[in-house]
């Protein structure tokens, strides 16, 4: 799809759009998503739409909330009285994080000690379910799939195929790199055939040589037809796969828009700029420590005018 295309379909009013603005066709409604810790608000979300069939980017400082947001939306997690969500027309509120899965929206986990002590093909397997966390154990223990047993196989196998992943089926999951336990848990949430997957900090942990592997199959998921909800540190990778950016801090939504809009928003800055940034933003991340955080932006922006205009 072409940028030119992109822009007409998500139909933003000039300038940015307002944080909670309308989409064409929204695959995911969120009304007043909120969630306390003690005093604190960890999560106040009003209203935010998600567009079907894109990439859409989730920022915001440290501790804006933004994976207790993913918890909340995916079922791992318990909003205060009131919240409502709805995922591709179905109202997804009070219902477990197996039933969110069986509705179409997957969000990724990292590999945690039990999973690291199993092999990648057992970790696909598990996928299947489309469960995670401590239920996964029991449902392991049901032999409830013999019959489908070699279907689930066979998609594994052409997963990790796609994941380059075939020859380490065998390995323990704990023994693949940074790149590789992150393209595990990829294939892992497409087990369950997903509409929508969701990806917090993809890159993280990420050697250089991998990063550019990722971001394909990131897009080859969007350009399969499936929606992406990401959060990610990197901004260089915000930049460069989203079509959509929503942006979060203090629980709140601050802004949305075009990656080059947002980042140039004074509103935007300023709620980084009042966040400590330097544990926030990651070793790849063009905003460096002790860097000049505006003027990195405002440059970033002055390159994607200039790109834009030579592509146009
Ligand atoms: N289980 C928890 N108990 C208490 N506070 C929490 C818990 N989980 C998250 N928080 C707090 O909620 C805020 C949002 O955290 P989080 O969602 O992890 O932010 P982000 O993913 O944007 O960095 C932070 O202040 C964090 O310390
Ligand atoms: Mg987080």
New binding site residues.
Partial sequence: MSDHDQSTQLAPPAGAAEPGSTKSDPILVVDNVVRH??G?T?VDVGHLEVQRGVITALI?P????????FNLITGFDRPTAGAHWSFDGSALDKTSASRVARAGMVRTFQLTKALNRMTVMDNMMLGARGQTGENLFLSWLKPLWSNQEKEIRDKALGLLERFKLLDKQDDYAGSLSGGQRKLLEMARALMSDPKMIMLDEPMAGVNPALTQSLLGHIQALRDDGMTVLF?EHDMHMVRHISDWVVV?AEGKLIAEGKAGEVMANPVVIDAYLGAHHDTDLGDDALLEEGSDMEEQLADEVAEEETSREDQA
């Fill in positions: 810790f003690g604190m960890a915001g440290n501790g804006a909330g933004k994976t207790t947001f959060v979060m």
